[in-house]
């Protein structure tokens, strides 16, 4: 168990939904990452967030956006869904924001957009 | 940006066997982590390894940093171990990204 919580686990949904992906850092990690596993992609490193704020961005669809709260948890949503969304995305944390350190995995969340 | 290669794609092992699977980078790395996909798909933490050896096991792994590549070695295989292993870097000229190869299928038979 890495510590990391995701939910939910399966998400099934329909073109042009939106939906909200969860995560629950590890206790103590400040620092949360979100990342896509794709078919065509592989994985892909999506967006950071260090202590509420942003701090890189990688490959991120203007469609999809995330945020960091107070208590550290962090929401990724997917809006205007297409086909091609269907991907198993993972969060990520890690102590503080460099990355001179391990990064724990949470078990993802796999997105079905039918 | 930062390229890393696995090799080899795709391996099949009998059980008890033993494998050494290598990730190659074009970089300086502060970071490099191995993981293993499961058939479930969840993506288990097996080294945080930037330099140096560790052990874990069965497992090991051996990270030469200024030869830019890590070994990940498995010893006496299980069928547990099938899955998809994974190597990831963080380059020093990025911020806190991991950067993943396309990793190593296994397949360990009876």
């Known amino acids: 168990d890495s510590g990391v919580t995701q939910t939910p686990k399966h998400l099934i949904t329909a073109t042009g939904q939106r939906v909200t992906l969860r995560c629950s850092p590890r206790s103590g990690d400040l620092s949360v990452y979100w990342y896509q596993q794709s078919l065509d992609q592989g994985l892909q490193f999506l967006i950071q967030?260090?202590?509420?704020?942003?701090?890189a961005k990688g490959n991120i669809l203007e469609r999809f956006s995330a945020q960091q709260f107070p208590d550290l948890h962090s929401e990724l949503n997917l809006s205007s869904l297409e086909l091609g969304d269907s991907a198993l995305y993972f969060c990520?944390?890690?102590?503080?924001?460099?990355?001179?350190?391990?990064?724990?995995f949470g078990d993802g969340t796999r997105l079905s957009i039918l | 940006g930062i390229q890393v290669e696995q090799s080899p794609p795709d391996l099949i092992l009998q059980e008890g066997a033993n494998s050494t699977l290598r990730c190659n980078f074009s970089?300086?790395?502060?970071?490099l982590q191995w993981f293993h996909q499961n058939p479930w798909g969840q993506l288990i933490n097996l080294f945080y390894?930037?330099?140096g050896t560790k052990q874990n096991g069965r497992l090991s792994a051996t990270t030469v940093a200024t030869e830019r590549y890590s070994l990940l070695y498995i010893s006496s295989s299980q069928t547990t171990d099938s899955g998809v292993y994974f190597c990831?870097?963080?380059?020093?000229?990025?911020?806190?990204?991991?950067?993943f190869g396309t990793g190593t299928r296994l397949q360990v038979t009876l």
């Open positions: 390894i930037p330099s």
């Open positions: 967030y260090y202590n509420g704020e942003e701090r």
């Open positions: 990520a944390s890690s102590v503080s924001g460099g990355n001179n350190q391990p990064q724990h």
């Open positions: 970089d300086s790395v502060n970071n």
């Open positions: 990831a870097v963080g380059w020093y000229g990025t911020a806190s990204k991991l950067t």
